[in-house]
């Protein structure tokens, strides 16, 4: 038997799988809290979150960065979940200020 030296929550949370949210959500609306549990699962399929949370997208150009992400067959992302992706991002890459009552 082969041994990797990783424990099981590690893994899973270098593989995006289970474990704490890449961000903390609690002080969004409970509608992008939503669109954050479909961006996280099915974003981490393909990359860590970071890769988007970092992205340096215009705003406005998320849906078509979504829509790219999404023609990967591995991706599973339909079209509602490409309007909520696209939605959480756009919301998330605003400045704070813009975000109303968000932490």
């Not at 893994?11 to 002080?27: F, H, K, Q, R, T």
């Not at 960065?65 to 939605?87: C, L, Q, Y």
Request: net charge positive; aromatic share 6%; proline share 7%.
């Amino acid at each position: 038997m082969i041994r990797l030296g990783i424990t099981a929550p590690l893994l899973l949370g270098v593989l995006g799988c289970g474990g704490a949210p890449a961000i903390d959500v609690s002080g969004y609306p409970p509608e992008m809290q939503k669109n954050y549990e479909i961006f996280d699962l099915r974003c981490s399929r393909c990359h860590d979150l970071d890769r988007a949370m970092n992205a340096q997208v215009s705003p406005g150009d998320w849906g078509k960065f979504v829509a790219r992400m999404a023609r990967h067959p591995a991706s599973g992302v339909n079209k509602k979940d490409e309007v909520a992706i696209t939605a959480f991002l756009e919301f998330h890459h605003r400045p704070a200020a813009a975000k109303g009552g968000s932490k």
